[in-house]
């Protein structure tokens, strides 16, 4: 049963296709990964499911709820969370508030529980930080301690990128977006990473659509590979398939010169 | 840790360094400059009656003499790339700075005796030759002047390499001589309250200032004091605060809360009026400084239109409850016991609740500089609604509203002129200010309007409303400043257009930031230095004297906390993060540094 359906989803930015007509889907508990060269679109589509830009053309169905057009903070609401390719972490504020925060929406005391400290208040504020903690225990050693009171522009780029993984999870979305969550990690970090987005799924069963320029990463962990050049998608499949396509070598190799400048 | 870092970090030769000519020049030079802008903006004159210490030494003058002392120390303390070893070369470099800035002087002595510029500049006419000559003829004054400099700038360089405590021993007393002679208004005030008139009268003299023996009495006591401090820096204080354990710290927090809740309640029974007075500004402001410092410094909308919400107050107290107005049902007063006052209250609440979604919705979409621009123009067009003469009949125009009765708890009338009262109604207010505030920072509201501010895309992503948020921080804004404008119409009885300009605004936002955004006590602290010292637009600060030069020190006062010490008095822990993220990510790396050694050893 597929989460998110999206039927002939367009997007112009001036005279640029970002997304040209890309139908796609989901299923329950998949990880799909998206690749494709620098500026194929895969951001932008990234952008347009979480509510940053409304799509031109095409419908988003997530859980059969149509969300083209709805704004971000609805969306996560409804249960897609997400990280940014240029780590948009809270920077001033602590590991922990970083998470806690993320925790807006499925939290709802105003601002009377809050003067009045009522007990409501104070059971939730505590579960708010335990919560917080626990989702931070999904990144073993790397993110506990001693962290949790650390700002967060102190953490090395690797843990950035973890604590974005932490955000979104504290959303406790069905739907996981990362876009390119091991850039700027070293290998042996990208190995871990690797088996934490599969326990995302298998443990934590969330569903996860992954943006990754790492082909090894692609390989170890995606059920499905798309494939976007210029906005179209121009293979599906798995892994192998997908890899030995004529027109994704064209793609990825027959320009180079395009690869490099974007 | 870091002391270990500065031995590795010094060279290992100890030749003093050669004087910095270049620094020199520029420091007596910039002094000199100083010193004649300062006479020539009319300050030298205006505060010559002002006595520190009679019959010798004037406010007037003091303000020119500090200048050879400071920028002394400046020009001899040496760059942080260049450590030297502390010696005569900062003695010379004082020097010099002290002569150059002297010469300088005596030079703009010469220009203005020989040219009558009064036609420019209102102030350079004979009254201030004659006061800068002492009557005694030009060359004289010229070398007196540039002598004298040389000297105090010889102290200022003895100052910088002298043991840090002698340094604190004459900080110590030269602060509390000169502090002690500028609040001879509130001394007095206070030992008439305590009826032991005496002691104000022992310590000043009959024309205002102290007295030489006092000043000497005052000066050994003070030094005797920064004899027995450690010495240590109120930042060195202010780690160790920070480093405390958690327990001990609360433990402290209590005490002093206690304490100030103490002296809150008893201070003015021994207080004078005029010193009551003045502290029910200082809480006026306060208040507003707490609602702005939400909009501004929790959720980071940099409001310039505030003073709006604080008219809006002001006028729907007055128009409820002033018999001359329209809308005057007899028996309306702000009585916090009667059923009409509660009326009142709630009506002042609504009217701000919907002035701050009515601002508020239009402008919230925009970001930073624009949000201050349109904000900006909301807050003229507030005040120029009510100055309008097609609202006249309501509001009055120009004529404003007069007549609005007093406050009254029960039976008790809390007048306007009695400042006592007056100070316990808006302490009430300023506690309420305080809690919700300090409530609202660490929770869950609190943490959106942080994560709002430091990333609003970010923000969205984690499922926060930002419109709505936005929406809050403005509204609550708002609702402090409708009842800072409550307060502010039963105070002084009657309300003018004029009583609402841009410049207060503006004046509050100087107190959050000078106090440090985002921080309660901050705001506390902005406001006793701006209001409680130099005085608010309208009302009278401790140092009255500086009353018209008022703006400029709020200016400068505003540079030098931007270029020294942007994050404020008192900052907010986040605030002082994010201004120094180079320090701390070091400090971080160096406390990784060293557990990763823990971890290793264990
Ligand atoms: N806000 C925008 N305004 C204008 N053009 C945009 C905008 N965002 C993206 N584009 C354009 O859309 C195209 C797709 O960009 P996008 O960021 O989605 O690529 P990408 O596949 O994520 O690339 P990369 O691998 O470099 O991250 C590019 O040509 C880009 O210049
Ligand atoms: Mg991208």
């Known amino acids: ?262 | 840790m870091t002391h270990t870092l500065e031995q590795i970090d010094a060279p290992a030769s100890s030749t003093p360094s050669p004087v910095d000519w270049s620094k020199v020049q520029k420091w007596g030079v910039l002094g000199g400059l100083t010193m004649s802008f300062i006479a020539a903006i009319g300050m030298v004159t205006a505060l010559d009656q002002r006595l520190i210490i009679s019959p010798w030494l004037s406010l007037g003058f003091l303000t020119l003499l500090w200048i050879p002392v400071v920028f002394g120390i400046i020009a001899a303390t040496e760059d942080a790339e260049t450590p030297g070893v502390a010696g005569d070369r900062d003695v010379i470099s004082g020097l010099v700075t002290g002569l150059l800035s002297g010469l300088f002087f005596a030079f703009f002595i010469v220009i203005i005796d020989a040219f009558d510029l009064t036609d420019i500049f209102r102030n350079l006419g004979p009254k201030l030759v004659e006061l800068l000559t002492f009557g005694r003829g030009v060359g004289v004054a010229a070398a007196l002047w540039i002598i004298s400099c040389g000297l105090l700038g010889l102290l200022g360089g003895t100052l910088k390499i002298a043991p840090r405590m002698a340094r604190s021993m004459i900080g110590a007393a030269a602060m509390s001589v000169v502090g002690v002679a500028l609040l001879e208004i509130i001394v007095t005030d206070i030992t008439q309250g305590l009826r032991i008139e005496f002691v104000a009268d022992w310590i000043y003299a009959l024309n205002g200032g102290l007295t030489p023996a006092s000043a000497l009495v005052i000066a050994a006591g003070s030094a005797l004091f920064g004899l027995r401090s450690d010495g240590s820096t109120l930042a060195e204080r202010r780690l160790e605060r920070m480093n405390l354990d958690p327990e001990v710290r609360f433990r402290k927090n209590v005490v002093a809360a206690v304490l100030t809740i103490l002296a809150v309640i008893f201070l003015p029974m021994i207080l004078g009026g005029l010193t009551n007075d003045l502290l029910a500004n200082v809480g006026l402001f306060i208040l507003m400084g707490l609602g702005l410092n939400i909009v501004v410094g929790s959720a980071g909308l940099l409001d310039l239109g505030y003073v709006a919400f604080f008219a809006v107050g002001a006028y729907t107290t007055a128009v409820l409850t002033s018999p001359l107005s329209p809308f005057y049902t007899p028996g309306w007063t702000l009585n916090f016991l009667s059923l009409e006052g509660a009326a009142v209250i709630t009506i002042v609440l609504i009217m701000a609740v919907i002035a701050g979604v009515l601002v508020g919705t239009p402008v919230i979409r925009l970001r930073g500089d624009y949000l201050a621009i349109v904000t900006l123009g909301f807050g003229e067009i507030v005040r120029i609604l009510f100055l309008s003469d097609w609202l006249a009949p309501y509001f009055g125009g120009a004529q404003g509203i007069t007549n609005v009765p007093s406050a009254g708890l029960g039976p008790v009338e809390i007048r306007g002129t009695s400042s006592q009262a007056m100070f316990y109604l808006i302490a009430a207010f300023v506690g309420a200010a305080i809690y919700v505030a300090w409530r609202l920072q660490a929770s869950r509201t609190g943490r959106a309007w942080t994560a709002l501010r430091e990333d609003e895309d970010a923000a969205e992503a984690m499922g926060i409303n930002t419109t709505a948020a936005k929406l809050t921080a403005f509204v609550i804004g708002a609702i402090f400043a409708g009842f800072a404008g409550m307060i502010f119409a039963v105070k002084v009885g009657s309300i003018f257009p004029s009583s609402f300009k841009l410049l207060l605004s503006i004046i509050i936002l100087v107190i959050v930031i000078v106090g440090g955004m985002g921080s309660i006590p901050g705001v506390i602290i902005g406001a006793v230095v701006l209001i409680g010292i130099l005085g608010g637009p309208t009302q009278q600060g401790l140092l009255q004297e500086f009353g018209q030069f008022k703006l400029l020190i709020y200016g400068a006062l505003l540079v030098v906390m931007m270029l020294k010490r942007p994050e404020g008095l008192w900052p907010n822990v986040r605030r002082q993060r994010e201004l120094h993220q180079d320090e701390m990510s070091q400090d971080a790396w160096l406390m990784e540094e060293s557990s990763q050694d823990k971890d290793g050893d264990s």
Request: charged residues 25%; proline residues 5%.
């Open chain 1, 1 to 262: 049963m597929p989460v998110l359906e999206i039927t002939n989803l367009r997007k112009n930015f001036g005279g640029v296709k970002a997304l040209d007509g890309l139908d796609f889907h989901v299923d329950k508990g998949e990880i799909v990964s998206v690749i494709g060269p620098n500026g194929a679109g895969k951001t932008s589509f990234f952008n347009i499911i979480t509510g940053y830009f409304s799509p031109d053309e095409g419908d988003i169905l997530f859980n059969d709820v149509n969300i083209a057009g709805h704004q971000p903070h609805e969306i996560t609401e409804l249960g897609i969370a997400r990280t940014f390719q240029n780590v948009r972490l809270f920077p001033n504020m602590t590991v922990l508030e970083n998470v806690m925060v993320a925790q807006h929406c499925r939290t709802t005391t105003g601002i009377f529980g809050t003067l009045l400290n009522t007990p409501a208040f104070r059971r939730e504020e505590r579960e708010i930080e335990e919560r917080a903690k626990e989702v931070l225990a999904f990144f073993g050693k790397r993110l506990k301690g001693y962290r949790w009171d650390q700002p967060a522009f102190v953490l090395s780029y690797a843990n950035k990128r973890r604590l974005e993984i932490a955000r979104a999870m504290a959303t406790m979305p069905e739907l996981i977006l990362l876009d390119e969550p091991t850039a700027g990690m070293n290998p042996m970090e990208t190995a871990e990473l690797t088996d934490l987005i599969r326990q995302l799924r298998d443990d934590r069963g969330y569903t996860v659509i992954l943006i990754e320029h790492e082909m090894r990463v692609v390989r170890d962990v995606s059920d499905r590979v798309v494939v976007l050049d210029h906005g179209v998608k121009i293979a599906e499949g798995d892994y192998k398939t997908v890899s030995h396509d004529p027109n994704v070598i064209e793609a990825y190799l027959g320009r180079p010169s395009e690869a490099h400048n974007a």
